[in-house]
């Protein structure tokens, strides 16, 4: 028993996941630790932001604000894949608009400031989630348009050409075959979508938002309540972190499973 | 794709340039009928683009926002190098970098390194250094990571067995070979950068792009929101073009490659 007990501790040593706990206890004892030597307005012991988190998620008109956020970015997110995407296929399949939209629509939203966006759509809409959709949703167009855009240049042209000999219906050919193979592209906008919109959202509740934790946070900057910022932090990092471990690594694996080629 | 050899067609640009055409010509229609604070016209905006290269002060403020943007985007890349080589040395580390360090990054909210940059350090460059390369540090270390993972071990072999100094070694051998991945981070961190980071200087300075974009704002001046954006567009353009899409091709993942 005592010898297996051993030989497990001593292969959890050499792949690093002892190092890994290890380095999140350090790392959480030398912000315990060092918490006592700042004023907590400027950074909160581990203690004092789990209380603020627990009132947080207890407070129903708070966590209401959570899921607001949630709601801007799925929108935005949804938005952009249907705009992206569309766009996309309008430079693959209508050859006269390939350089209206490769080379001059992609690389313009592309250049264009998530900053930008946020100003222009507050000049234009005030302080609504009309304009913290539009921003992040803007943001999202050109990560969509390039991927969606790879996708369809990968595919593969015999394959396209077998569904052409087996049904003469394009509409048949494109949900049979094409979809199925941008499957993988697909997936990758969406969850590159994921990572950046959640980085930009805050900012967009922040100053252009009448509700979201971005909101939120902002109220907490002006009043110098350092907890709730950490807490907001903490919320946003658990919930992007646990997204990406449960959900997208795992349908990641699975596609590279069945998408790979041998 | 088999048609992208050659230049395109005349009838190709025409639509392309056309359109853009159309658009301005409708913009300017528009913007007829609106007030110059919700919708400036085109030649307001060329106006206040002007100021970018009449006035001083207004285009010291480009230049103070290029210079930290770059300057942000190499102490990220270096600090990502760093971070891979100290797992390339011991393996034993991967776990953490890789499922706590850059989990940790990569999740946190840009605007919340925005706000604790400004609670931490008071305003100023450094703070705003600080806030980018936070941001950015995460796209670098992937990259970076990703070039040592396909170093291959038979050239380092070789290496070894020409000199003895790790020093050499690194900037002779190892650093060429994972140029191509350094090159596509920087394109990328760069890229971010301009785009998301540019938010540190909403909070953390009194001079940059992100300052001016802010006093514009609160002036309800648009035609400066607006000029201020096609700055970036351009900047980010231009240095992208002239300097990084060069670099990225010269470093090619596939060079000495058929392809």
Same mark, same amino acid.
């Given at each position: 028993m005592r /010898?297996f007990i051993?030989?497990h501790?001593s292969? &959890?040593?050499s792949? @690093?996941?002892v =190092? #890994?706990h290890l380095f999140?206890?350090?790392?959480l004892?030398?912000w315990?630790?060092?918490?006592?030597?700042v004023p907590?307005y400027?950074?909160p012991?581990?203690?004092?932001?789990?209380t603020r988190?627990?009132?947080?998620l207890?407070d129903?008109?708070e966590?209401?604000q959570l899921?607001?956020?949630? /709601?801007?970015?799925?929108?935005?997110?949804?938005? &952009?894949?249907?705009? @992206?995407?569309? =766009? #996309?296929a309008?430079?693959?399949?209508?050859?006269p608009?390939?350089?209206?939209?490769d080379g001059?629509?992609t690389?313009f939203?592309?250049?264009?400031?998530a900053?930008?966006?946020?100003?222009?759509?507050m000049?234009w809409?005030g302080?609504d989630s009309?304009?913290v959709i539009?921003?992040?949703t803007?943001?999202?167009?050109?990560?969509?348009?390039i991927n969606v855009?790879?996708?369809l240049q990968? =595919?593969d042209?015999?394959?396209?050409?077998l569904?052409?000999?087996?049904s003469?219906?394009?509409l048949?050919?494109g949900?049979?075959?094409?979809v199925?193979?941008l499957?993988p592209y697909?997936?990758a906008?969406l969850r590159n979508s994921?990572g950046?919109?959640?980085?930009v959202?805050?900012?967009?509740e922040?100053?252009g938002g009448?509700?979201?934790?971005g909101?939120?946070?902002?109220?907490?900057?002006?009043?110098f309540?350092?907890?709730?910022?950490f807490?907001i932090?903490g919320f946003?990092l658990?919930f992007?972190a646990?997204s990406?471990?449960?959900?997208?690594?795992?349908?990641?694996?699975h596609?590279d499973?069945?998408y790979?080629?041998? | 794709?088999s048609?992208?050899a050659?230049?395109p067609?005349?009838?190709d640009?025409l639509?392309a340039?056309?359109t853009?055409v159309?658009l301005?010509?409708?913009?300017?229609?528009i913007?007829?009928q609106?007030p110059?604070?919700?919708?400036?016209?085109?030649?307001?905006?060329?106006q206040?683009?002007?100021?970018?290269?009449?006035d001083?002060?207004?285009?010291?403020n480009a230049?103070?926002?290029l210079t930290?943007?770059?300057?942000?985007?190499l102490?990220?890349?270096?600090?990502?190098?760093l971070i891979a080589?100290?797992?390339?040395?011991?393996?034993?580390l991967?776990?953490?970098v890789?499922?706590?360090?850059l989990?940790?990054l990569?999740?946190f909210p840009?605007?919340?390194?925005?706000?604790?940059?400004?609670?931490w350090?008071?305003i100023s460059?450094p703070t705003v250094?600080f806030?980018q390369t936070?941001?950015?540090?995460?796209?670098?270390i992937?990259?970076a990571?990703a070039?040592?993972?396909?170093?291959?071990?038979e050239l380092d072999e070789m290496?070894r067995s020409?000199?003895?100094s790790?020093?050499?070694?690194f900037?002779k051998l190892?650093?060429?070979?994972i140029?191509?991945?350094?090159?596509?981070?920087l394109?990328i961190a760069?890229?971010?950068?301009?785009?998301i980071?540019?938010?540190s200087e909403l909070?953390?300075?009194?001079?940059?792009?992100?300052?001016l974009l802010?006093?514009?704002?609160?002036?309800?001046d648009a035609?400066?929101?607006?000029?201020c954006?096609?700055?970036?567009?351009?900047?980010y353009?231009?240095t992208?073009?002239?300097?990084?899409?060069?670099?990225?091709e010269?470093?090619s993942?596939?060079?000495?490659l058929?392809?």
């Amino acid at each position: 028993m005592r /010898a297996f007990i051993i030989q497990h501790l001593s292969r &959890a040593w050499s792949s @690093g996941t002892v =190092l #890994a706990h290890l380095f999140t206890v350090a790392f959480l004892l030398a912000w315990w630790g060092y918490s006592f030597i700042v004023p907590a307005y400027q950074l909160p012991g581990p203690g004092l932001v789990a209380t603020r988190a627990i009132a947080f998620l207890q407070d129903s008109d708070e966590f209401a604000q959570l899921l607001l956020s949630l /709601a801007h970015v799925s929108i935005a997110i949804a938005a &952009a894949f249907v705009i @992206g995407s569309l =766009l #996309a296929a309008l430079a693959h399949y209508v050859r006269p608009l390939r350089l209206l939209i490769d080379g001059r629509l992609t690389p313009f939203l592309n250049a264009f400031s998530a900053i930008g966006w946020l100003f222009l759509a507050m000049l234009w809409f005030g302080l609504d989630s009309f304009t913290v959709i539009f921003a992040v949703t803007l943001i999202l167009i050109p990560f969509t348009i390039i991927n969606v855009r790879t996708g369809l240049q990968e =595919l593969d042209a015999d394959l396209i050409e077998l569904g052409r000999s087996l049904s003469r219906n394009p509409l048949q050919v494109g949900v049979r075959i094409v979809v199925p193979l941008l499957v993988p592209y697909l997936f990758a906008s969406l969850r590159n979508s994921f990572g950046v919109s959640w980085k930009v959202v805050l900012t967009a509740e922040l100053f252009g938002g009448s509700g979201g934790v971005g909101f939120l946070l902002n109220i907490a900057r002006q009043q110098f309540d350092t907890e709730t910022i950490f807490a907001i932090i903490g919320f946003i990092l658990c919930f992007v972190a646990f997204s990406e471990i449960i959900l997208f690594r795992p349908i990641q694996r699975h596609l590279d499973r069945s998408y790979g080629r041998v | 794709m088999s048609d992208t050899a050659g230049k395109p067609a005349l009838l190709d640009r025409l639509i392309a340039d056309g359109t853009i055409v159309a658009l301005i010509v409708v913009w300017w229609l528009i913007a007829r009928q609106l007030p110059t604070y919700v919708l400036p016209g085109p030649y307001d905006v060329l106006q206040s683009l002007a100021r970018f290269v009449t006035d001083g002060a207004t285009a010291f403020n480009a230049f103070v926002s290029l210079t930290r943007v770059v300057a942000s985007v190499l102490i990220a890349m270096v600090m990502g190098v760093l971070i891979a080589l100290a797992v390339q040395a011991a393996p034993i580390l991967n776990a953490t970098v890789e499922r706590r360090l850059l989990v940790f990054l990569s999740s946190f909210p840009s605007v919340g390194w925005a706000i604790l940059g400004v609670v931490w350090f008071k305003i100023s460059t450094p703070t705003v250094l600080f806030i980018q390369t936070a941001i950015i540090l995460p796209f670098c270390i992937v990259n970076a990571l990703a070039g040592f993972r396909q170093l291959d071990q038979e050239l380092d072999e070789m290496g070894r067995s020409m000199t003895r100094s790790p020093v050499r070694r690194f900037f002779k051998l190892t650093l060429p070979l994972i140029a191509p991945f350094l090159v596509a981070g920087l394109r990328i961190a760069y890229g971010i950068c301009w785009k998301i980071a540019l938010v540190s200087e909403l909070f953390g300075a009194s001079s940059g792009l992100g300052y001016l974009l802010m006093n514009a704002q609160s002036t309800s001046d648009a035609a400066m929101v607006f000029a201020c954006c096609l700055v970036i567009v351009v900047i980010y353009t231009a240095t992208d073009y002239l300097l990084l899409k060069p670099l990225a091709e010269r470093f090619s993942v596939n060079q000495g490659l058929q392809t």
